[in-house]
């Protein structure tokens, strides 16, 4: 048997993953010898309150990193919002534009209220009573100049 294991100081050993044992180990090797037992334990008693705001030192990190993730992500959805909206209008305004000579009951219905109620909806995330009122209201007008509009059917031969 050696006696070299054990007489190994706690200090030469591997110091734990907690930060206080391995604080406390790292004062005791370098002062052990030094210092007697009632001074030592003073020395680790000031070293708590360090300890202490070290933690909160780190928590208040974490959450400086939670809300800087969390800002990001909240950046990211409106981005998206803001791109969908913007396409919607576009391929809304485009098609209104584009079947106008034609229809021009269905391009009133493209290009009106509704366009601005889903532009609204992607862009703000809200939508309101009155917007959807709106919508109602131009699509009934719409369809109602439609049905009045329609040709008269030519006779089946």
């Given amino acids: 048997m050696s006696t070299e ?85 576009i391929v809304s305004l485009g098609a209104g534009v584009f079947v106008a000579k034609d229809f021009w009951w269905l391009s009133i219905l493209l290009c009106g209220p509704s366009l601005l109620a889903l532009v609204k909806l992607f862009v703000l995330r809200r939508s309101d009573e009155y917007d959807m009122k709106a919508v109602s209201r131009v699509t009934r007008s719409g369809m109602s100049a439609v049905a009045q509009a329609q040709p008269p059917q030519p006779p089946a031969v």
């Fill in 5 to 89: 294991g054990q007489n190994a100081s706690p200090a030469s050993q591997a110091p734990s993953d907690d930060p206080v044992v391995s604080a406390g180990l790292g004062i005791a090797a370098k002062w052990g010898g030094v210092l007697d037992a009632a001074h030592l334990e003073v020395a680790l008693k000031a070293l708590e309150p360090q300890l202490r705001r070290e933690h909160k030192e780190r928590l208040l990190r974490l959450e400086l990193q939670r809300e800087a993730a969390e800002h990001e992500r909240a950046h990211k959805q409106y981005m998206a919002g803001l791109i969908t909206g913007g396409i919607v209008a």
